[in-house]
């Protein structure tokens, strides 16, 4: 028998014939399916993070979203958001300020 080692009936006469008999689906996989992001979409984001780290302001990653939460958060604080040693920014609020302020966080 020349069957592949996960067929479940070990008959067929060639590997092809339990390869087909398997009904294994090839494609190309993430490929073609839009999930990659586009360079634009790439370059803008590297560029906001940079813009973001010359003003002192340390996101919690490169991703548009946490960068903008960062810059948020710089707002409400009054100065730059260190993701390293400050709670999350999105959970940084005018009171969540006030306590920093006052623990000198």
Known sequence: ???RTGCRT???ATWGDCLRASNIQMNAGDAASGKAMSNAKWNG???AYANARAQGIQPAGTRMGQIIEAEKASETLGRAYDAGNMPAAKTIDKATANVMKE???
């Open 1 to 3: 028998m020349a069957c």
């Open 10 to 12: 070990q008959n067929h």
């Open 45 to 47: 984001e590297l560029n």
């Open 103 to 105: 623990v000198g966080v």
